[in-house]
């Protein structure tokens, strides 16, 4: 009787044990945090969002492993005017918004072709980059009525991250030449940064000082630029840093989201770096 029983708890031990292991980040692609200093992490190959609480992620959604349901592929956060998190899907061409309840509604009619970025205005207009049709759209806070179409904002290749700077003006990180660019109150890209001087940028965040603090996947670099524009300089660059993808914010801190190292960094005002989350 005493050999059943230790071995039952060997074959639940083991399968507990599968479990712990499988609950862990596999391929975090962006990272957000609400009003409430709650983290919230998108992993493409969970497939779902982590909600991380003092440093200890739990699933918070979990997508269907089934292509073409909702968040199946995941790539973008964001955070609301109301403190809601919306997530842009691929999977299903949708940008949702999560409810109280912690369930997905879909924003545009499966508009969307493949949403890489997502920012909302003061007024809660939201700005989605979508990579299929090189696009910049935005649309209501609440959502596209069914015969409505998303306003077109602007028309550039490889657009992969949203901000709005300090004079609350659209800013997008592209990967193609000339890489950070602002639409204008007349609607016209100006080019804030020249060339190509990233290797792989993504994600855009504005700082305190107003600086812009953008990811590169290639370089494994946080980079700066100054308010306005103008020279890149590596702000964080190498270990732990592997491949950095998505950038937020929560306070004055960054948050780093790098599916390679399979982790969520914190990245203080002064450089210092800290793991935050990490998968064994």
Not at 85 to 110: I, M, Q
Not at 192 to 205: A, N, T
């Amino acid at each position: 009787m005493r050999s059943v029983f230790s071995l039952v708890f060997l074959v639940f031990g083991t399968i507990a044990s599968a479990v712990a292991q499988e609950a862990a980040l596999q391929y975090p692609l962006a990272v957000v945090a609400d009003p409430d200093g709650v983290i919230y992490v998108a992993d493409l190959e969970l497939p779902g969002v982590w909600k991380v609480t003092d440093g200890k992620a739990e699933v918070y959604f979990q997508a269907s492993k089934r292509f073409r349901t909702p968040l199946n592929r995941v790539r973008c956060l964001a955070i609301d005017g109301d403190g809601r998190l919306l997530a842009g899907d691929s999977a299903t061409r949708e940008v949702y918004r999560f409810s109280e309840d912690g369930k997905p509604e879909p924003l545009t009619n499966g508009y969307i072709g493949i949403p890489s970025a997502i920012v909302t205005a003061e007024d809660g207009t939201i700005y989605v980059a979508d990579l299929e049709v090189e696009r910049v759209w935005s649309f209501p806070k609440d959502g596209l009525k069914e015969s409505e179409e998303p306003t077109e904002v602007a028309v550039v290749a490889g657009v992969r991250g949203l901000a709005f700077d300090a004079d609350k003006k659209l800013l997008l990180v592209t990967t193609i030449e000339d890489p950070i660019r602002r639409v204008g109150d007349d609607g016209k890209l100006e080019v804030l940064v020249p060339g190509r001087p990233f290797e792989f940028p993504h994600q855009i965040v504005v700082g305190k000082d107003g600086s812009y603090l953008v990811t590169d996947n290639y370089a494994a670099t946080v980079w700066q630029v100054p308010a306005g524009g103008g020279e890149p300089k590596p702000f964080m660059k190498g270990e732990p840093l592997v491949k950095p993808v998505g950038l937020g914010k929560r306070g004055d801190d960054l948050l780093v989201a790098d599916p390679h190292a399979k982790a969520i960094f914190v990245i203080t005002p002064d450089a210092k770096v800290t793991t935050l989350v990490k998968a064994k």
